[in-house]
Nanobody, 125 residues
């Protein structure tokens, strides 16, 4: 079992920045791909970004590419999502996810077994 806990959400004005963290505990040894997804009210949970177990390879949704950066610190078992130039459309609950899978599959929420509870991000106009 892997436990994931997100932090760093909050209220920010459009154009501002936030940095989300996802701390993993439990059976964290192994090649876990980590991803970030978000869910706005009344909408499906959607892919935001993912990073390979080594941290060398990343993937982003088109809507956030160039504004968000995903990274991970293996020593701390923590993944990060740096979000810049935030827009009201980025308002959602952000969830991190982890599983042993190739990065190419990380776009699909169904591919992940382990999920955090989520952290709220609200961007005001």
């Amino acid at each position: 079992q892997v436990q994931l806990v997100e932090s760093g959400g909050g209220l920010v004005q459009a154009g501002g920045s936030l940095r989300l963290s996802c701390a993993a505990s439990g059976r964290t040894s192994g090649s876990y791909t980590m991803g970030w997804f978000r869910q706005a009210p009344g909408k499906e949970r959607e892919f935001v970004a993912a990073v390979s177990w080594s941290g060398a390879t990343t993937n982003y949704a088109a809507s956030v590419k160039g504004r968000f950066t995903i990274s991970r610190d293996g020593a701390k078992n923590t993944a990060y999502l740096q979000m810049n130039s935030l827009e009201p459309e980025d308002t959602a609950v952000y969830h991190c996810a982890a599983d042993r899978l190739p990065l190419v599959l990380a776009l699909r929420k169904e591919a992940f077994e382990y999920w955090g509870q989520g952290t709220q991000v609200t961007v005001s106009s």
